[in-house]
């Protein structure tokens, strides 16, 4: 289901019916003169802008496009998730301690470069700013408050106010930004490991269940290894601190970054007492040779890290269709020298190079 939605979402902004540029070769005078070569060339669009009030017909396109991708990821949801469970009533749920709160972490950070894909794709088609800003920002938050309402009726979940909290922090962060600054100078990004504890898959110690909590492939973990996941708020040094004549590379910067580690379920590691807790929470364990192996509870750890961030959206470029896939590439962090800080344990740890 989760590959469904990422390959829809991400169609968004893949599909866009962008206008068509004519491109030269135009070479960088600045750049010639500092390497002393005349073969360095960029790609200059012929094209003058074209960003005036109102929506086109791309625009309106995608638009409709963004509505029909949206019902079909809350049908395909509905069908595989919600149908088989027992309907109840609208009623809340208080899951804001689960999984060290990185999943909080990463409902911001989804909501925050949704938003982004939303509005790329509007700007990419020709819309101008304001509006680019209203129907293309809030791309995320409405799948996401969609999920929390069929979370609601659910009996096995409920509408979580730490989720939607979440969910309007992360675009809230990006339609304030883009609103007052026409940039983002705080950017929210994403970076994984595998952690290794999908193993702790087993559920069920008499009956070997497995519920893959912590993903079946490669593809799965991405999304639910909460223990691999660092999620980073990406300061733009420059545009934020210096002047614009300054020399200071805008392209590097800054970031903090949050993960978790050792959580082999949402609340705790506990090893069952034989049978289901109040909870009707098992534990998870690892079958091995032919016995289950828990992990401690006291493997769960907060991390926190300081590193710089090479931001690819700012790397000089005259395509503008490229500035916009770059702009949603940088949703990832690119891996960096990094200096870890664990609460826990109160201990400095140093990466050469972490993701």
Same mark, same amino acid.
């Given at each position: 289901?989760?590959?469904?939605?990422?390959?829809?979402?991400?169609?968004?902004?893949?599909?866009?019916?962008?206008?068509?540029?004519?491109?030269?070769?135009?070479?960088?005078?600045?750049?010639?003169?500092?390497?002393?070569?005349?073969?360095?060339?960029?790609?200059?669009?012929?094209?003058?802008?074209?960003?005036?009030?109102?929506?086109?017909?791309?625009?309106?396109?995608?638009?409709?496009?963004?509505?029909?991708?949206?019902?079909?990821?809350?049908?395909?949801?509905?069908?595989?998730?919600?149908?088989?469970?027992?309907?109840?009533?609208?009623?809340?749920?208080?899951?804001?301690?689960?999984?060290?709160?990185?999943? $909080?972490?990463?409902?911001?950070?989804?909501?925050?470069?949704?938003?982004? /894909? =939303? !509005?790329? @794709?509007?700007? *990419?088609? +020709?819309?101008?700013?304001?509006?680019?800003?209203?129907?293309?920002?809030?791309?995320?938050?409405?799948?996401?408050?969609?999920?929390?309402?069929?979370?609601?009726?659910?009996?096995?979940?409920?509408?979580?106010?730490?989720?939607?909290?979440?969910?309007?922090?992360?675009?809230?962060?990006?339609?304030?930004?883009?609103?007052?600054?026409?940039?983002?100078?705080?950017?929210?990004?994403?970076?994984?490991?595998?952690?290794?504890?999908?193993?702790?898959?087993?559920?069920?110690?008499?009956?070997?269940?497995?519920?893959?909590?912590?993903?079946?492939?490669?593809?799965?973990?991405?999304?639910?290894?909460?223990?691999?996941?660092?999620?980073?708020?990406?300061?733009?040094?420059?545009?934020?601190?210096? $002047?614009?004549?300054?020399?200071?590379?805008?392209?590097?910067?800054?970031? /903090? =970054? !949050?993960? @978790?580690?050792? *959580?082999? +379920?949402?609340?705790?590691?506990?090893?069952?007492?034989?049978?289901?807790?109040?909870?009707?929470?098992?534990?998870?364990?690892?079958?091995?040779?032919?016995?289950?192996?828990?992990?401690?509870?006291?493997?769960?750890?907060?991390?926190?890290?300081?590193?710089?961030?090479?931001?690819?959206?700012?790397?000089?470029?005259?395509?503008?269709?490229?500035?916009?896939?770059?702009?949603?590439?940088?949703?990832?962090?690119?891996?960096?020298?990094?200096?870890?800080?664990?609460?826990?344990?109160?201990?400095?740890?140093?990466?050469?190079?972490?993701?």
């Amino acid at each position: 289901m989760k590959r469904f939605i990422t390959f829809a979402l991400l169609s968004v902004f893949c599909i866009v019916p962008a206008k068509s540029y004519n491109y030269t070769f135009d070479i960088d005078p600045f750049f010639a003169r500092n390497t002393g070569s005349l073969s360095v060339f960029t790609l200059q669009d012929d094209n003058t802008d074209t960003n005036k009030p109102g929506l086109n017909k791309s625009g309106a396109i995608v638009l409709g496009t963004e509505a029909l991708l949206i019902t079909g990821i809350m049908t395909s949801l509905y069908v595989s998730w919600y149908s088989g469970s027992e309907a109840g009533g609208f009623h809340f749920y208080n899951d804001n301690r689960e999984w060290l709160q990185m999943d $909080k972490a990463g409902h911001a950070n989804s909501c925050y470069n949704f938003a982004n /894909i =939303g !509005y790329e @794709a509007l700007s *990419m088609a +020709g819309i101008d700013e304001k509006r680019s800003i209203l129907y293309g920002a809030p791309l995320g938050i409405t799948i996401m408050t969609l999920v929390e309402v069929f979370d609601a009726m659910s009996s096995n979940w409920g509408f979580s106010w730490g989720d939607m909290g979440a969910n309007i922090l992360g675009t809230g962060l990006f339609m304030g930004q883009q609103a007052l600054w026409h940039e983002q100078r705080i950017a929210l990004k994403y970076s994984y490991h595998n952690s290794g504890l999908s193993k702790y898959n087993v559920s069920n110690p008499l009956t070997m269940e497995r519920d893959y909590i912590m993903g079946e492939d490669w593809l799965d973990r991405l999304y639910e290894d909460y223990s691999g996941i660092t999620i980073w708020a990406a300061c733009d040094v420059k545009s934020l601190f210096m $002047k614009d004549t300054s020399r200071y590379p805008s392209w590097l910067g800054w970031a /903090i =970054g !949050y993960s @978790a580690e050792g *959580m082999t +379920g949402e609340y705790n590691n506990y090893q069952p007492a034989g049978k289901a807790g109040a909870d009707g929470n098992w534990g998870r364990g690892w079958e091995h040779d032919g016995r289950l192996d828990y992990l401690s509870n006291d493997a769960r750890q907060r991390r926190v890290f300081l590193a710089p961030d090479i931001d690819i959206s700012r790397i000089p470029c005259r395509n503008k269709t490229l500035k916009h896939v770059l702009r949603v590439l940088s949703a990832i962090k690119i891996p960096t020298p990094t200096l870890e800080y664990r609460p826990g344990e109160n201990k400095l740890a140093w990466h050469w190079l972490y993701f």
